[in-house]
C-alpha cells in the first residue's frame, strides 16, 4: 500500500534553515508528481508547492517563492522540501502528498515550529 512518511521538521530559530524529507513506498514513484502541503494551526491546510516526476518542473507558492525549494531523488524514493530564511508564519505541520489514480494519499505530517 502507500506509504508516505515525512521527517526532519523541529524547532528553528528565524531565518534559520530546514529540510524535510518524504520517504515514499508501495507505488512507482518515478511515475507520479510529488507535493508538499502545510496547515499552520487553526488554519486549512494549504499547498506548499509540487514537483513533476522528472523532477524538471516544479511549483510554489508566491508566499514561499525565493525561500523554499522543492526536489527529489526517484533512487530513494523520496521527496524533499529545503526550506530558508524560515519566519514564524511558516510553523505549520508539513505534509507530503500523492494524488494516484483517482485518490489522494497523506503521510502523517511533520511538525516545523519557527521561534526564538
Known amino acids: 500500500q502507500v506509504q508516505l512518511v515525512e521527517s526532519g521538521g523541529g524547532l528553528v530559530q528565524p531565518g534559520g534553515p530546514l529540510r524535510l524529507s518524504c520517504a515514499a513506498s508501495?507505488?512507482?514513484?518515478?511515475?507520479?508528481?510529488m507535493s508538499w502541503y502545510r496547515q499552520p494551526p487553526g488554519k486549512e491546510r494549504e499547498l506548499v508547492a509540487t514537483?513533476?516526476?522528472?523532477?524538471?518542473?516544479?511549483y510554489g507558492v508566491d508566499s514561499m517563492k525565493g525561500r523554499h525549494t522543492i526536489s527529489r531523488d526517484n533512487a530513494k524514493n523520496t521527496v524533499y522540501l529545503q526550506m530558508t530564511s524560515l519566519k514564524p508564519e511558516d510553523t505549520a505541520v508539513y505534509f507530503c502528498?500523492?494524488?494516484?489514480?483517482?485518490?489522494?494519499?497523506w503521510g502523517q505530517g511533520t511538525q516545523v515550529a519557527v521561534s526564538t
Open positions: 514537483i513533476s516526476t522528472t523532477g524538471s518542473s516544479t
Open positions: 508501495g507505488f512507482t514513484f518515478s511515475s507520479y508528481a
Open positions: 502528498n500523492i494524488k494516484r489514480m483517482g485518490q489522494e494519499y
